[in-house]
């Protein structure tokens, strides 16, 4: 019998990537051109992101209250364990050597392969006469 791997959670779905991109494209913005109008977009969609993952999060703990009133003990430890690993944000925001800010994975590394690239091929010169 083949187990399949999780690659992520079961309750991250679509919406929860939209509310990621939308939190992603405010902080962006708010980078660009710190004012005002910016700070106050950037906290509501934060807002609003922050309740639709507590919204999730209660809707899997109250799966975890019924997984637990019926006696399904297989799918309430399997549901500990995804409380348990709590969801952490990811931002991935590099700037290049323009300094403008990259989102893009493959422009990110290859950001990092130049940065690495200066960093470690290094010409030594023999000062020994």
């Given at each position: 019998?083949?187990?399949?791997?999780?690659?992520?959670?079961?309750?991250?779905?679509?919406?929860?990537?939209?509310?990621?991109?939308?939190?992603k494209q405010a902080k962006l913005q708010w980078l660009n051109d710190p004012n005002q109008s910016n700070v106050d977009n950037l906290n509501s969609v934060e807002r609003e992101s922050s309740r639709h993952f507590r919204n999730k999060e209660k809707a899997k703990i109250d799966e975890l209250e019924t997984n637990s009133k019926i006696k399904n003990i297989r799918d309430l430890y399997r549901g500990f364990s995804d409380?348990?690993?709590?969801?952490?944000?990811?931002?991935?925001?590099?700037?290049?050597?323009?300094?403008?800010l990259v989102t893009d994975c493959h422009s990110i590394l290859g950001s990092w392969r130049n940065h690495f690239c200066q960093l470690l091929n290094v010409h030594w010169v023999n000062d020994v006469k």
């Open positions: 019998m083949s187990r399949s791997v999780r690659t992520e959670a079961a309750w991250f779905d679509e919406e929860c990537l939209q509310f990621l991109d939308q939190t409380v348990k690993k709590e969801y952490q944000r990811r931002t991935n925001i590099v700037k290049d050597e323009k300094g403008d």
